[in-house]
Each structure stands twice: as C-alpha cells, then as structure tokens.
C-alpha cells in the first residue's frame, strides 16, 4: 500500500476513496472498504483518506477518545482491507475550514482524481461540519462521481457496532466481544524493554511490553496468545500496577510459555485475550507465586504459526 502524507498525487489514475478516522477497522469500517472495492473499475485504484490525529483533537480539545490502534496498527489493517493507497493527513484548519463544495471540487476531484467516494451514512465535513451525505452526493453525482454512503453495520442482536461501543468493552475487559465487533483480535504490540527482574527470580519471567499511546484493557490478569517473530506462544498478561508491591505505573508484562529468550529491544505482540481475574495486593510473594502458578492453568496451548 502506497502511503501519501499530504492531500497531493502526482498520478492521476482514476481514485475510489473511502474517507474517514477508521479507528480500530472494525466490521462496520470493513463494510466501507467493500463498497469500496466493488465502485473499482478495471485500471482504477482504491485509497483511504484519514487522519494522523482524532479529528477531536482539533476541534474540541481535550476529548478525544483513547485509540483502539494506534497509526500503524491502522495501516496495517487499511492493507489487509486492500486499499491500495493511504492519503495520512493531519486533522487541521485547512480540513476543518474548508467550505464542503472546496473540499470536493478541488481537493478530491481535482488534486486527487477521485472518481468514487465511500463514506458512513453519518458522515459530515467541511466547515462547521455543513457537508453530510445529501449535499456529498448531489455535487458528486452532479459531476459523474460515483458515491455511496454506507448504512451502520449491526451485530447479531441489531445493536450498531461502533468504535464507541467497542472501547466500552475494551476498558471493561470483555476482550472476546470486541474482537467480535472488530472482526479481528484487538492487538498490543510494542517493544520489550528491562523490568525490576522480580517475575525472573520468582520463576515466572515476563516481558514488560512498552506499549504506544493507545487504549488498554482493564487491569487485570489475561491469558492470551503472544507472537514473536513469527512464532504463537501461549501467554498469561498482566495488565495494572504491581499492587502487591505498591508499584505507581501502569505496566503490561507477558509471561510466556516454553520461551526462554531474552528478547529486550525487540517487538511482541499480544492477541486473542481473555478476562481472568481482578489484580490484587497479596500478602506477600508467596501468595503471589501460588496465584500465578494458578494463572498458568488457564493458558491455553496456541497451535504454533
């Protein structure tokens, strides 16, 4: 996928894009990139315009919501959807104050050689946010665009999926309904940087996971399934403070199963997590150790990749 940082293409090929913050690429997103994918005719390309920030961080300040992915989890994710090209652009003045007819005409249409555009039914631009679907598809179709606006995806009981909801359900720890909304296992992946040293000389050796600016599931103990280097280990995840020893930061530290590697400096990713049980402070490490031998049990055996 060809990522362009700025609203300018030098190729002209004919565009279909789908436009939105996609945070999270969930099922309803993927309907999007469809839609997308199906107004592709023979020598055209696909591409997706988002934003390198929430475009709340712009508008109001201060209440932007936490991200389900972080930027390059959303690219990878844009990829497997098969957009062939990315337009990642900053949420600023020069989008939000653009007048809607501007932002059609001239930057879609005459900067981008866009021929098709996909968007969410509820989407709106421009602004004072004047643009919504009607107005999009009245001056697009005006100009032999092709347009569609995607009515909300729903889950089995009818209920909307939405980047809202499944962050409730992340910051609750129900991790296995929002990989089902997601329609992808929600993923922690960061560096492994140096800990304390206390799971080693207690026989559990974890990896303490720096994990980029993005939304964690509750604290809390989680078995899952961690990769490296592309290999699946079964692991057990324990997401809090460290009460049993007063610790202050929130940390993210993997225990893995039948891995005896030092692996500082180098990425791992975490997946597939399940819920099971509440941090707490113990009255001492042995305590603790007993809890954790415990924990072990509910790792699952993953089936190697």
Aim: aromatic letters at 8%.
């Amino acid at each position: 996928m060809k990522i362009h940082y700025s609203l300018d293409r030098a190729d002209k090929t004919p565009l279909v894009l789908a436009i939105g913050f996609f945070d999270g690429m969930h099922r309803g997103h993927s309907d999007i990139a469809r839609q997308t994918r199906r107004l592709r005719q023979p020598g055209w390309s696909t591409g997706v315009l988002t934003f390198s920030n929430h475009p709340s961080a712009f508008l109001r300040p201060g209440t932007e919501p936490p991200l389900i992915t972080t930027p390059e989890e959303r690219m990878d994710l844009f990829a497997r959807a098969g957009y062939e090209e990315c337009f990642f652009v900053p949420f600023d003045a020069n989008i939000a104050n653009q007048p809607p007819g501007d932002f059609l005409r001239k930057t879609l249409m005459e900067r981008l050689a866009v021929r098709g555009v996909v968007v969410g039914r509820t989407f709106r631009f421009g602004k004072g946010r004047a643009g919504d679907v009607i107005s999009m598809a009245r001056i697009l179709e005006e100009a032999g665009v092709a347009f569609r606006a995607v009515e909300n995806t729903a889950d089995e009981k009818g209920a909307r999926i939405s980047s809202t909801r499944i962050r409730e359900l992340i910051a609750g720890g129900d991790m296995q309904a929002a990989d089902h909304l997601l329609g992808h296992a929600y993923e922690l992946r960061g560096k492994v940087v140096a800990g304390v040293g206390r799971g080693h000389r207690m026989g559990f050796p974890t990896a303490n996971i720096e994990v980029p600016g993005k939304l964690l599931p509750k604290d809390g103990v989680y078995a899952g399934i961690a990769r490296h280097e592309g290999r699946d280990y079964a692991t057990l995840v324990s997401i809090g403070t460290n009460p049993t020893f007063n610790g202050k930061t929130r940390t993210v530290e993997a225990w893995l199963r039948d891995f005896h590697d030092t692996i500082y400096g180098r990425e791992l990713s975490l997946r597939d997590l399940r819920f099971v049980r509440e941090q707490r402070k113990f009255e001492n490490a042995d305590e603790l150790l007993a809890q954790m031998e415990d924990d072990a049990r509910a790792v699952p055996y993953p089936a190697y990749g």
